[in-house]
């Protein structure tokens, strides 16, 4: 990662760690960039947003940036991120640019940019692209008469990615009653079009955006809030996604939360009983659960582990020609269908496994028995030598053995704060914690913490 760019982009609180003048820098590099990559023909850039106040200031900004530097710049309006990378992947555009900071609050906001194949863009890019906003890269040249660049509404491309999702669904979704909480953001523009498209009985919450309301107390990091809603309204299903709508997670008939790992159980046992499972394998990341594990391990399905990221479980994906994969926060990604992860999609695709096995959600999660997870952050004064240590290491070692195949522990060390996360699956709780604190103990013990002003 670098200074600016994350795993998921240019992310932080608009206006202070992410500002106009950033945006408008980013689209002065990629209007360039892609010019100058594709000389005999016009760069052509496309943009969309979430809901959030900022995202018209960092438009704006972009469109500056990007027309200055010559390139024609398509406006999706407010859309999702996998529209904005099916439609790069899919119209030959050269770029594309979400402005979104996901399940982030409404007052932070990002920058992601898709490459011309639709995936996340690459890193010896974004490292080009920050050396000039350090000043390190030289000037870039305005363009000049009929060399600007100019805007065009292309509200029809994000009509067509609808149109697309309709076209995966194999069967009508008629007498199914649906839930959706829209969180406000990207999917208030398209998930009820869609649903209702195929025939379903479909209810939203939370898809009345204002700026200021998107993921607040609603969404898929606010489950509580469907369960709520769908208490006493004899639903089928119930789907909530994040604010750009690449996230999903369900409840299903029985009331209970469905997250990304048992959506990777139903979904890669379906399309292994369809032969259509590709390398019989599923990408996970290292944070998936054991108990995910084990009942693949009983239908004889490999898996991968990657770093936390759907970047990087994608990068496994594309590496080894493997068709499904995710995380336990709904980020799950279909590479026969999308680039990325997609939350309408994976709610279309959840939809065909109960409509195609003709079983209730509940009934097809039952299979898979997740094991309790505890996650402590440790604030520590350096995370390697914290992590590395030898007394550390030997900790760790005899917490993985009291545990046996009954549970596991995983030391992580965090991106962007001084932080190690230790994780601890098991039996229950109590079990968890003890092992945690134990090899937090002997962290403190050693001097490592960071100690509180």
Not at 41 to 56: L, P
Not at 200 to 213: F, K, R, W, Y
Not at 308 to 322: A, F, I, L
Not at 375 to 389: E, G, I, R, S, Y
């Amino acid at each position: 990662m670098g200074k600016y760019f994350g795993t998921d982009g240019f992310r932080g609180e608009a206006n202070e760690d992410l500002t106009v003048e950033h945006a408008y820098k980013v689209g002065r590099f990629l209007g360039w960039y892609y010019s100058q990559k594709n000389p005999e023909e016009r760069c052509r850039i496309v943009i969309g947003k979430d809901t959030r106040r900022s995202s018209y200031m960092f438009e704006y900004s972009l469109v500056s940036g990007l027309t200055a530097s010559g390139a024609d710049v398509y406006l999706l309006h407010v859309t999702t991120t996998p529209s904005v990378a099916y439609v790069v992947r899919t119209e030959g555009f050269h770029c594309g640019i979400m402005i979104s900071a996901s399940h982030n609050p409404y007052y932070d906001n990002g920058i992601k940019v898709i490459n011309e194949r639709g995936e996340k863009l690459e890193e010896s890019v974004i490292e080009e692209i920050e050396r000039y906003l350090d000043g390190k890269a030289g000037e870039i040249p305005f363009a000049k008469k009929d060399g600007i660049g100019r805007t065009v509404d292309f509200a029809a491309g994000r009509n067509r990615y609808i149109g697309y999702l309709i076209s995966i669904a194999t069967r009508s979704f008629k007498n199914k009653r649906v839930a959706l909480d829209c969180a406000n953001g990207s999917a208030s523009a398209i998930a009820k079009n869609v649903f209702d498209a195929l025939g379903a009985e479909t209810h939203v919450i939370c898809s009345e955006p204002d700026g200021l309301n998107i993921n607040t107390g609603c969404g898929s990091t606010h489950m509580e809030n469907l369960q709520r809603f769908m208490k006493d309204g004899n639903y089928d299903v119930g789907f909530a996604y994040d604010g750009d709508a690449d996230r999903c997670l369900a409840i299903d008939d029985q009331g209970n939360i469905v997250d990304g790992d048992r959506i990777l159980y139903i979904c890669g046992k379906y399309m292994k009983e369809r032969g259509t499972l590709v390398n019989n394998t599923i990408v996970t990341t290292v944070m998936s659960n054991l108990g995910l594990y084990k009942a693949l391990d009983r239908e004889g399905i490999a898996y991968e582990k990657t770093a936390v990221g759907d970047k990087y479980v994608y990068e496994n994906m594309s590496q080894y020609g493997h068709c499904l994969g995710g995380e336990q926060s709904g980020h799950i990604i279909f590479s026969k269908n999308a680039t990325t992860g997609d939350g309408i999609l994976t709610s279309l695709k959840i939809m065909e496994v109960m409509l195609e096995k003709k079983e209730p959600l509940s009934k097809l999660v039952s299979e898979v028995t997740i094991y309790p997870q505890v996650l402590k952050n440790v604030k520590v004064k350096d995370k390697q030598a914290a992590q590395d240590d030898p007394a550390v290491q030997a900790e760790v070692k005899k917490v993985e053995e009291a545990l046996g195949s009954e549970g596991r522990i995983l030391l992580r060390q965090s991106g962007t704060e001084p932080v190690v996360r230790v994780m601890v699956e098991a039996a229950d709780e109590e079990t968890c914690e003890k092992y945690i604190d134990q090899v937090i103990d002997v962290m403190k013990a050693a001097g490592h913490l960071l100690e509180e002003a």
